[in-house]
């Protein structure tokens, strides 16, 4: 209880940090900034008020951000160990042992379209452990973890694209989640009847010799944005509670 209490305090603050300096970590030899006229007072507490619902409303995505900087610390640890070259080689071993199997048990065309998830994979990897350890926070953000969220996603979906089973599993859940992205964040403006109109997620690449392409254009689509997401909780996590090595 006292962590969250400090957490919801910090986030408030954080909120009137935008306005008012020397709020959130204020001068050791100043102090934290107070009003000092009638104008600055009733703008103070009423930027206070307005922050209140909203920090009740941000700080559950606050706890996301923690988690996902906890598990992202367990993997940048991972990755500090063996390496971003030694990421890299797990990914290919891992990938390439799948592609193996499928060589062994299916026809050439499905061999080479879980290879090329295993290409996806392995890159988005590689570029996700190097930009997480070579660039700045922002840098994670803008691209760590988007890339992150494709190695994730997008291998598993290509490969449902050549095998029955998981073709079950995953393609009839991800139809249903693009019809709920359509009828909720892409409502305003007819965007979602424009998209409707002019793709047919099962169908679309088919005129180009790309069955699939549809769903894969879609996961990416939902990768890039999350990762952002994602990435920008954990930057919201650092600033309301830092690291103790920052």
Known sequence: MEALLLDVVRLHETWMEIVFPRQLDPSTVLGKWKPETAPQTVGYYLWAVLGAPLVAAAYPLLLVGFATRFYAAKLDSAVARIGIAGAVLVATVVWGALTLVTYLQLATADVIAVGAASVVAVVSAALAAGFSKTGGRLVSVLLAYPFAMTALFLPPVVAALVTPTLEAIILPPSYDLAVWILDTFLAFGDVNDTLRNAFDLETFGE????????????????????????????????????????
């Open 207 to 246: 005129q180009w010799g790309l069955p699939g392409l549809g769903y894969v254009l879609m996961w990416i689509g939902i990768s890039v944005p999350l990762g952002w997401f994602l990435g920008a909780l954990v930057a919201l996590a650092n600033l309301v509670r830092p690291k103790p090595e920052e």
